[in-house]
């Protein structure tokens, strides 16, 4: 069978940055190592007041198909996987081919546009759907632009103020791909839970504790599953395990999961057996209570282990470096912690070539999944082309005062212009209102 992957990717952070511990923490009467520490934080990005989820993804966009030497006629698709979409009709991608046919000859019209909605997990289903297009055959030689794009903001005094976010991921979908293929087994573990929804409103509503439970729930379950179709996962074939990352507090809670899960009936824990004991097991105890007391011993004692500390910092930390610095993407998230764990490899001379990766996505509401993935022979050359640092170093270091301006200008129910921060440069932006409510954008030079 063809391999069928990312060809590409690029990201485009929002312009601002809200540095956490000096500029959030002080003013919320907090402990800046809550960020630094807890949530694992040290930033947000944000959009300035002329950018938004159509600027953003159309930027990444653009991006990509000029350094790929993509045409419009190369592409035959085009998803945008978002949750802070403003229009219930109108998909963004369509928004985006708009923007991006000022800038390339020819048209998008032949292109199959639409818009994947399951909270963050919607960037991984728009993936998988271009995938599952190419496989079938239906796309005539063609790629697919992937699009995940969001504002990740929260209502001002909500507890998820402290995890926003806001930028887009753009990836390429095609055969023979330089960068990643994707397994075609994968794992699902999907269920009704009311932990974190928008219903028919812009800030989410959330149930912060319990989202941490149901990311950890239903990524459990999927482990499961992938594991009854690919067969059991060990820790030397994994390369690295990039998650979906609301905050990288999150993934360290996960991974912690993750590993004792994978190391069972493994050679690891019988050799951890004579530090911390074996694993718990259901079997070995009269009630439930009695069990989860031994099992958080168990986390408790894991966690201090060599072998534990160092499987995380090879195959979990390098994935969480950008997050720390750009707070949550929502649906580009995972993107973002694959793109961090290639680069990581990049920087440290790595043969990745042939090696895995275990993905994992969630979105809430709720519904995680798991592939895997194939480095391919041209990633290097692939990352080498981002200029992720630059990107992040340039972005305006706002105020606090500056922080509230800019939250209320991205405020559905508040009408509030204020100066931009920056000015833009070579990029799409968002230029005021059309005669039917839409959305106006141009292309400054
Ligand atoms: N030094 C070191 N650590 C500190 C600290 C300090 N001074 N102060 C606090 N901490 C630690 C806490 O112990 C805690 O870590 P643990 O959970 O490991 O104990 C961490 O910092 C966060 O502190 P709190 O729990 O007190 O923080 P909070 O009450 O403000 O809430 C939150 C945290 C619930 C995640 C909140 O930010 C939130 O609601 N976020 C939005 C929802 C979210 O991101 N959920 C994640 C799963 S859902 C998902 O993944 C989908 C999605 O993208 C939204």
Redesign the pocket.
Known sequence: MTAVGIDAVEVWTGNLKLDLPETFAPQMD??P??YT???GLQASSFPDSYEDIVTMGANAAHRLMDRKGLEPDDVGRIDVATESAFDNSKPVSTYVAGCLEEVFDGDFHHANKGERKF??IAGTQSLDDACNWIRAGRNRGRGALVIATDT?L?ARG??????QGAGAVAMYIDEDPDLVELSVEQGYGSADET??LKPNQQF?S?D??R??Q??LARMREALEDYESVAGDVHPDDVAYAPF?T??P??V??AAMLAYRHITRDTAIEDELAAEIGRQPRPEGFDDDEAYHDALREYMDALKDTDQYREWYAETIDPTLSIAREVG?W?TG?VHVARLSALKHALENDEELAGQQLLVGS???GAQAELHAETVQEGWAEEIEALNVDEQLESRYDITFEEYEEIHDVHNHEMDVDIEACTTPDGEFVFDGWGRMGEREYRYVE
Do not use: I, Q, W
């Not at 909500?158 to 995890?163: I, N």
């Open positions: 907090e402990d190592e809550k520490k807890g949530l909270a963050c990740a929260y909500d507890a998820g103020e402290a995890t932990d974190f989410p959330v912060g504790k989202s941490v149901v990311y979906h609301p905050f507090g999150m360290r809670k949550n929502y998230s969630y979105g809430s």
